[in-house]
């Protein structure tokens, strides 16, 4: 009985250390990145020339000081040109606290983007190990597109936390898929998609993988029961539900969050063009003054002006969708399988396009070291690679730009990173 006890003291006292050690590395990765937001804030992204250094190139930040003070939004659309609502209102916070200060934004996502990164060293070290975890809050706090969106005001930095918090969700959800972790993984889901619509299918595709595994691959999945499941949708729609209401009570219509996919569709045709693919003409510039001549055009043969009015310019484009799929199908292929690739690189010049697509390619070959380890003993690292699938296919149907790529790329940097702890190993039990 004695030795029996004095062995459950020494488990006890291992199991401790670790989570000591696990925290101070937690607390060590939150801190380099918030390090490296901060030097991009303050001195860094001034300096370069590599990128834009344009603040407000959505009107986001105008957006946000029209709520804080307490006007209409009615210069921005009575659906707000296509943008979902919740980063302009996260801008509105912010300025109704400290005042209208673009820094005081920039700052806070500092914080967001550490914030990504202790996310990402959490999963990595609780799915796989501690060296793992080390290795993906690492690459991500270095990672020049997660770095990019931090000192200015587009929506990618609190998108990419919030997305990245859905999946860490998924992962608690997968190891105890009980009501409350249900709870968790659908209020993180509709925050999520208030940001970016795009997420908004993303709960129902996960819990569809774990079923398939379990039902169909026969892999070691513990099945949630039918509550937990369905708190979900339940939880993404009471936050959703409120801009909701709100589009009801300004259109008269039921827009669940907000109009653009028919936008975003026939924008992709334009951006695919191969002068645009292939960076020879710039596809944020040239291209969206050609959608937008295009979209002008159609409103005007329907005798109307073009966002005059969102929902009506959105049943515009939605006639011309069905017309392009139905006399037009080879063009809706040739978009898709270009968008398939431009998702992953396709920015604002040649320089920076392939900055983002060498760290793609780089982060996928990474990934694939550690697929067939993570098959042969049973590690989901399919719950890593699921969100960048989803999100590479959607937008290749709709519009596959470069930056839509930024809230994937935590949740891979931790395939890539047990990609590169599987080779170590490798290294290791070779010597």
Not at 333 to 346: A, I, N, S, V
Request: hydrophobic fraction near 50%; aromatic fraction near 12%; charge should be positive.
């Amino acid at each position: 009985m004695g030795m029996r006890q004095m062995a459950n003291e020494r488990i006890d006292a291992g199991s401790s250390n670790s989570e000591v050690r696990a925290k101070r590395w937690g607390w060590a990765v939150f801190l380099l990145a918030l390090a490296l937001g901060l030097a991009m804030v303050l001195v860094v992204f001034r300096a370069q020339s590599l990128v834009d250094n344009v603040s407000d190139p959505y009107k986001f930040g105008e957006m946000g000081k029209t709520i804080a003070r307490g006007e209409p939004l009615d210069p921005y659309g009575s659906l707000l040109h296509r943008r979902s609502p919740l980063y302009p209102l996260f801008i509105a916070a912010v300025y109704s606290v400290f005042g209208e200060h673009p820094m005081a934004v920039y700052l806070l996502q500092c914080l967001l983007m550490a914030a990504t990164c202790w996310l990402v060293f959490d999963m990595g070290r609780r799915v796989f190990n501690l060296r793992t975890g080390v290795l993906a809050g690492v690459m991500c706090a270095l990672h020049p597109l997660m770095l990019r969106y931090v000192p200015d005001l587009h929506l990618e930095t609190l998108l990419s936390f919030l997305f990245t918090l859905v999946v860490w969700c998924s992962v608690r959800f997968h190891e105890k898929p009980t009501v409350a972790a249900g709870v968790w993984f659908g209020l993180a889901g509709g925050a999520a998609a208030l940001t970016k619509a795009v997420v908004l299918l993303y709960p129902g595709l996960f819990v569809a993988a774990m079923l398939a595994l379990r039902f169909v691959l026969k892999r070691r999945v513990t099945l949630p029961s039918i509550g937990a499941i369905a708190v979900i949708p339940l939880m993404m729609l009471l936050v959703i539900a409120p801009w909701t209401y709100r589009n009801y009570a300004v259109t008269g219509k039921f827009v669940l969050i907000t109009t653009g996919f028919n936008d975003a569709f026939l924008r992709g045709y334009v951006f695919s063009e191969k002068e645009y693919a292939l960076l020879r003409r710039p596809p944020y510039t040239d291209a969206e003054i050609a959608s937008n001549r295009w979209f002008q055009s159609l409103a005007q043969q329907a005798g109307t002006v073009w966002e005059r009015d969102d929902y009506e310019t959105e049943q515009i484009l939605g006639r011309e969708v069905k017309r392009k799929l139905r006399e037009e199908p080879a063009e809706f292929f040739r978009k898709f399988t270009t968008g398939l690739f431009t998702f992953w690189y396709q920015m604002t010049s040649l320089a920076n396009s392939l900055l983002t697509g060498l760290c793609a390619l780089g982060v996928w070959v990474l990934a694939l070291f550690g697929m067939r380890r993570a098959w042969r003993e049973d590690r989901p690292l399919w719950m890593f690679l699921l969100p960048a699938l989803h999100l590479n296919l959607l937008l290749a149907i709709l519009l596959a730009l470069g930056r839509y790529s930024a809230p994937i790329m935590p949740a891979l940097l931790v395939a890539a990173a047990f990609g590169i702890d599987t080779v170590l190993s490798g290294f290791r039990a070779r010597r």
